[in-house]
């Protein structure tokens, strides 16, 4: 049976914990930022952690079990 490839474009967005717990960072944030007020921006600093199915697809797709 071959090996399962990482897909690269999750590896670039999430990350797993030592705990297997998915990783993320908050949506909103990449452009168009001149409009947004401080105090929005400041809320979406930080990560997120998933923990529900389509986590456990991404934790699949970056090579866990």
Request: aromatic share 2%.
């Amino acid at each position: 049976m071959p090996k399962q490839k990482t897909h690269k474009g999750a590896k670039k967005r999430f990350r797993v914990s030592a705990n297997g717990k998915l990783l993320r960072k908050q949506a909103g944030k990449r452009h168009l930022n001149s409009s947004k007020s401080g105090q929005r921006k400041q809320k979406l600093r930080g990560t997120i952690v998933e923990t529900d199915k389509v986590a456990k697809k991404i934790i699949r797709a970056l090579g866990g079990k």
